[in-house]
């Protein structure tokens, strides 16, 4: 399915040879992204589990974001909050308005089943620019503090700052900001 099209930029869903594509374009700029991951992806999408939206410049991936319809760990589990979850834009196409885009489409698909969406972050440096972004869009932390792991950390509780440090942010589709 196509969700935008302009000049350059196609927003759709995943399509089987994207596991490929994106294996190679992550290699390519040194990050290990296993294959079973994006064959995951395109098989729950397949089976309706979650929605896997794909950002293609001029033919080539550049980035993806997945939405499951329901949160399924975290201070929202349960609650039927779709949940948007792992987005990455590639190196060479990041600080180009695409996260934004992939963001658009899957902030409409959960919209079209609830009232809010949720998100996690990661808490290091290397989240910063997707922090920003999440806040520019409206999204505020749920008040839950620092999850690791799954689990919500108690005061004091020792932790690693890696990528299972996270914190919950909700965007309530009636307020306007």
Known sequence: MIYHK???V???????????NFVTAFAEQNWEKASELFH????????????????????AVAGYVTLLPNTEVGPF???NIPEIV??????KFQNKGIGNKMMDVAERLAKEKSNFVSLAVGL???YGSAQ??????????DGSGVW???EQLEQYAKCENDDDLVLYFLKDFKTKY
């Open 40 to 59: 995951n992806y395109f098989n729950q999408q397949e089976k309706n589990e979650r929605a896997v939206i794909i950002a293609e410049v001029n033919n």
């Open 6 to 8: 302009d000049n350059s």
């Open 148 to 150: 690791y792991k799954g």
């Open 124 to 126: 290091h440096y290397g």
């Open 132 to 141: 920003r972004m999440y806040v520019k869009r409206g999204y505020i932390p």
């Open 10 to 20: 196609l927003i759709r869903s995943m399509i089987k040879s994207d596991v490929g």
């Open 86 to 91: 792992d987005l990455n834009v590639l190196i």
């Open 77 to 79: 589990s349960s609650k």
